[in-house]
């Protein structure tokens, strides 16, 4: 039984939410490849850690799905796909979002200037990383999109960890860099999840 993103024609909706949200990533991660911040102290090899982690966790759990015969959802292979396609749009649309918050100081890697502000409206006012929020809900909408219990597992703890590193870096030079206002900041918001994490 084949994955629902490789069966016609259902397929089209997973690959198109796939590439619209894609494509401004790779324009992101090309761009910052490219940035001397890519190589600084402040990102820490944070961005090439979310590049490989991220990559591995979308090829793990393609593999998984067609090699996990025993882990296939199949009783709610349908639905798990469209919750994931659902999962995989909110992401993108949040991902949008957060680039329209912060602008031009959306970047790929950590780059922290002296005299930033802590930008606080949108998604920023409820949690300090809603960017991330978004691409650990991406990555498990792919994962269950392939509709099986082990790419699923593959698509949420690899980003996790991947981004949890990052989470750390960019504080550590959030900290140093912006202080008291980032610490005021980072005292009354959670990290991904309003109100929970």
Same mark, same amino acid.
Not at 30 to 42: C, D, H, I, L, N
Not at 158 to 169: F, G, M, T
Not at 171 to 178: D, G, K, P, S, V
């Given at each position: 039984?084949?994955?629902?993103?490789?069966?016609?024609?259902?397929?089209?909706?997973?690959? @198109?939410?796939? +590439?619209?949200?894609?494509?401004?990533?790779?324009?992101?991660?090309?761009?910052?490849?490219?940035?001397?911040?890519?190589?600084?102290?402040?990102?820490?090899?944070?961005?090439?850690?979310?590049?490989?982690?991220?990559?591995?966790?979308?090829?793990?759990?393609?593999?998984?799905?067609?090699?996990?015969?025993?882990?296939?959802?199949?009783?709610?292979?349908?639905?798990?796909?469209?919750?994931?396609? +659902?999962?995989?749009?909110?992401?993108? @649309?949040?991902?949008?979002?957060?680039?329209?918050?912060?602008?031009?100081?959306?970047?790929?890697?950590?780059? +922290?200037?002296?005299?930033?502000?802590?930008?606080?409206?949108?998604?920023?006012?409820?949690?300090?990383?809603?960017?991330?929020?978004?691409?650990?809900?991406?990555?498990?909408?792919?994962?269950?999109?392939?509709?099986?219990?082990?790419?699923?597992?593959?698509?949420?703890?690899?980003?996790?960890?991947?981004?949890?590193?990052?989470?750390? +870096?960019?504080?550590?030079? @959030? @900290?140093?860099?912006?202080?008291?206002?980032?610490?005021?900041?980072?005292?009354?918001?959670?990290?991904?999840?309003?109100?929970?994490?």
């Amino acid at each position: 039984m084949r994955p629902l993103p490789f069966v016609w024609p259902v397929c089209l909706v997973f690959w @198109l939410a796939y +590439v619209w949200v894609f494509f401004p990533e790779w324009q992101l991660v090309r761009r910052s490849r490219r940035s001397p911040a890519a190589r600084g102290a402040q990102d820490a090899g944070s961005l090439r850690v979310i590049i490989c982690g991220n990559g591995l966790a979308v090829a793990a759990a393609f593999l998984l799905a067609f090699t996990a015969r025993g882990a296939v959802m199949t009783a709610a292979k349908s639905p798990a796909y469209y919750a994931g396609v +659902v999962m995989i749009v909110a992401a993108g @649309l949040l991902r949008r979002h957060c680039f329209r918050m912060l602008g031009a100081r959306f970047t790929g890697a950590v780059d +922290v200037a002296p005299g930033q502000q802590v930008v606080e409206r949108g998604a920023y006012r409820w949690v300090r990383h809603p960017s991330y929020t978004a691409g650990m809900l991406l990555f498990a909408g792919i994962g269950l999109a392939l509709g099986n219990w082990a790419s699923l597992a593959v698509a949420i703890v690899i980003p996790l960890l991947a981004y949890s590193y990052r989470v750390a +870096v960019e504080e550590r030079a @959030l @900290l140093a860099t912006i202080g008291m206002p980032y610490e005021v900041y980072r005292t009354r918001t959670r990290r991904y999840i309003p109100f929970v994490l």
